[in-house]
């Protein structure tokens, strides 16, 4: 694995990313110190799900809009 200090990572950081990304990690090295290893993130698990997974699971009232509207018109008005 290839070592590599700060200033050539800001340097070649979107060539370096990529090759991370495809499977060759790398660690970046602060005056010769290693300070952290980058490595390729697998994917979530949540990637394939969609906007609309919960169709068919959840409901919403159609009064909505104006549930418990008197409730609220009472605390922020007062009572009528």
């Known amino acids: 694995m290839k ?3 700060i200033h050539a990572a ?3 950081l979107s060539r370096l990313i990529e090759e991370a990304a495809n499977g060759e990690p790398f660690i970046i090295a ?3 110190r290693p300070m952290v290893k980058v490595t390729r ?3 979530s698990r949540f990637a ?3 906007f609309g997974f919960m ?5 919403v009232p159609g ?3 104006t549930m418990y509207q ?6 922020f008005y007062g009572k009528k």
């Open 48 to 50: 394939h799900e969609r």
């Open 70 to 75: 008197k409730q609220i018109d009472s605390m």
């Open 10 to 12: 800001k340097t070649h």
């Open 30 to 32: 602060k005056a010769g």
């Open 63 to 65: 009064d909505f809009d």
């Open 55 to 59: 169709k068919g699971r959840i409901s």
């Open 3 to 5: 070592t590599i200090n």
């Open 41 to 43: 993130c697998e994917p």
